[in-house]
């Protein structure tokens, strides 16, 4: 079992930075990859960063290219997202994901199925 805690949401003006952070406990040996996703109010969920956890090999939804980084901390347990250039368009719940899927130690997974862990989520408003 892994646990999860989000947390460094907020409300920010556009143009405003935010980073995230999400502590990983428990089972976290087989770890394979971790993941941002965001929900906004009447979306799907969707993949905003993954990163994979021995290599932090990266993948960024091209909305958020140049603006997001995603990183991670193993002594630490974190993952962590900067995000810069916030747009009213970021407004969301964003949500920490943790895989073991083998398939996804070389370059991460965006889809959702592979993730079977997730935080409670922690939300984000960018003000125009």
């Known amino acids: 079992q892994v646990h999860l805690v989000e947390s460094g949401g907020g409300l920010v003006q556009a143009g405003g930075s935010l980073r995230l952070s999400c502590v990983v406990s428990g089972r976290t040996f087989s770890t394979t990859a971790m993941a941002w996703f965001r929900q906004a109010p009447g979306k799907e969920r969707e993949a905003v960063a993954t990163i994979t956890w021995n290599v932090g090999s990266t993948y960024y939804v091209d909305s958020v290219k140049g603006r997001f980084t995603i990183a991670r901390d193993n002594a630490k347990n974190t993952v962590y997202l900067s995000m810069n250039d916030l747009k009213p368009e970021d407004t969301a719940v964003y949500y920490c994901?943790?895989?073991?899927?083998?398939?996804?130690?070389?370059?991460?997974?965006?889809?959702?199925?592979?993730?079977?862990?997730w935080g409670l989520g922690t939300q984000v408003t960018v003000s125009s």
């Open positions: 994901a943790h895989t073991d899927w083998e398939h996804c130690s070389a370059y991460g997974c965006y889809e959702r199925r592979p993730y079977d862990s």
